[in-house]
């Protein structure tokens, strides 16, 4: 019997039982890039871990629908296109397409639905018009902002209004320091007419309206990286309580951060491995880092790191390729022959994929024992398959004659022949 599943609540941090909304179905919002740049490793975390997650629900038999937006709209961009001497919009799509682009190479699937900010730009107005409306939102010279003490505010990251750092803000017509904008007068680069004049969407309200449009009604999971809680999630809440009365989301799924040698990797910083930096032939190997690692823990990448991970799947992809051999005659009869239950318990416990790596390296341990190979071999294609990372399990038939007359000679103590084949089979990657 599959345990229920847990999933990390970060207001108590504790876990508790997931029940979606509709039965057998389940909606995910995952906040997207601001495409003002090529995305880095940092940001590939939650791409890889919620492509997992989704391939989880659907063993299940879930429907998922996984929506990750395009931020569009930005400030980052307009300083952008001044750098390079180019629009917004082509500054947006050259990198919303290195995006896509950059799924591809970590072979993660694309989202179901992949909105942009720019799509929605009307509903954002009437959002916020409505919410003016109803003494939620007030209007200044530089902008319209929202006033934070007219909800309860800090219910995800449990923080207390009257202790709130506040930043710098020019605005001084501001009511409270610490209320925030969602709609930014301005005459200068993308702009948008509105009933207050021209302008763009704050961030917050951005992902809140697209969240209501596509939604329709609350989420089952909101995630994205640990830094987004506060303020972006908090203030996503805040919208949308004011904006219908009822939470935005049941979970919150927050990853942890990914360091590049003990520093925040950053864009800002300069401090970062792209993506496309990325070598091609070591990209499971860096899939295999992230989940072996529990996703709300930080990591520290080094390539150093990456070296380590890559040489241990190289090790654990040689046992599976030589256990292909070993049952390549009887594998159509065991095919599916194996109890999926520990792991999806695992996984069923605030997808803890680092225990799943502990059973893979104590499974590959005992491998080499005559009666563990139909007993373990699907489940751990299985389990790649879940991490989404590529094992290669084709076995031609003149590798599995070869592999025959190793076994032939080596029972005739015919150690000349068993040597010499012992090499060709090294060559070919199966010891």
Request: positive net charge.
């Amino acid at each position: 019997m599959i345990k229920k599943i847990q999933i990390y609540n970060p207001k108590n941090r504790k876990l508790e039982e997931f029940n979606s909304i509709e039965e057998n179905k389940i909606n995910i919002y995952v906040c997207g890039p601001t495409v003002y740049d090529h995305i880095h490793l940092g940001n590939a975390r939650p791409i890889i871990f919620f492509d997992f997650v989704k391939k989880f629900f659907e063993d299940l038999n879930y429907e998922v629908n996984l929506v990750s937006n395009i931020t569009d709209i930005d400030d980052k961009i307009i300083n952008r296109s001044i750098e390079e001497q180019i629009t917004e919009k082509e500054i947006s799509e050259k990198y919303t397409k290195e995006y896509l682009n950059s799924l591809d190479y970590l072979r993660c699937r694309r989202p179901d639905l992949i909105p942009k900010a720019t799509d929605y730009v009307d509903s954002m107005i009437n959002f916020i018009q409505e919410l003016k409306t109803n003494n939620y939102v007030y209007e200044t010279k530089q902008g319209l902002y929202f006033r934070i003490n007219s909800v309860d505010y800090g219910v995800l990251s449990n923080q207390k209004v009257d202790r709130l750092i506040s930043k710098k803000n020019q605005d001084f017509e501001k009511e409270n320091e610490q209320d925030f904008s969602v709609w930014k007068k301005t005459e200068l680069g993308l702009k948008f007419d509105s009933p207050w004049g021209e302008g763009r969407p704050g961030w917050h309200t951005e992902c809140a309206v697209m969240n209501h449009k596509i939604f329709n009604g609350q989420l089952d999971i909101h995630g994205g990286g640990n830094d987004l809680k506060f303020p972006h999630h908090e203030n996503e809440i805040a919208l949308i309580k004011a904006f219908t009365g009822k939470k935005l989301s049941n979970y919150w799924i927050h990853n942890g951060r990914l360091d590049f040698n003990n520093v925040k990797m950053s864009k800002s910083k300069k401090n970062f491995v792209r993506v496309a930096d990325l070598p091609k032939e070591k990209v499971d190997a860096f899939k295999f880092l992230i989940l072996s690692h529990h996703y709300r823990s930080p990591i520290n990448y080094s390539e150093k790191l990456l070296n380590e991970y890559d040489k241990i799947l190289q090790n654990i992809s040689k046992k599976i390729r030589f256990a292909t051999l070993k049952i390549s005659k009887k594998r159509d009869k065991f095919l599916k022959k194996f109890d999926k239950a520990p792991v999806l318990d695992m996984i069923c416990k605030d997808f803890d994929t680092p225990n799943i790596v502990t059973r893979v390296y104590n499974i590959i341990k005992k491998i080499d024992i005559e009666e563990n190979y139909f007993s373990v071999f699907h489940e751990l294609i299985w389990i790649f398959h879940l991490f989404g990372i590529r094992i290669n399990t084709e076995v031609p038939r003149k590798d599995i004659s070869i592999y025959e007359e190793w076994v032939e000679a080596r029972e005739k103590k015919d150690y000349e022949t068993a040597d010499r084949l012992r090499n060709k089979l090294m060559g070919k990657g199966y010891l």
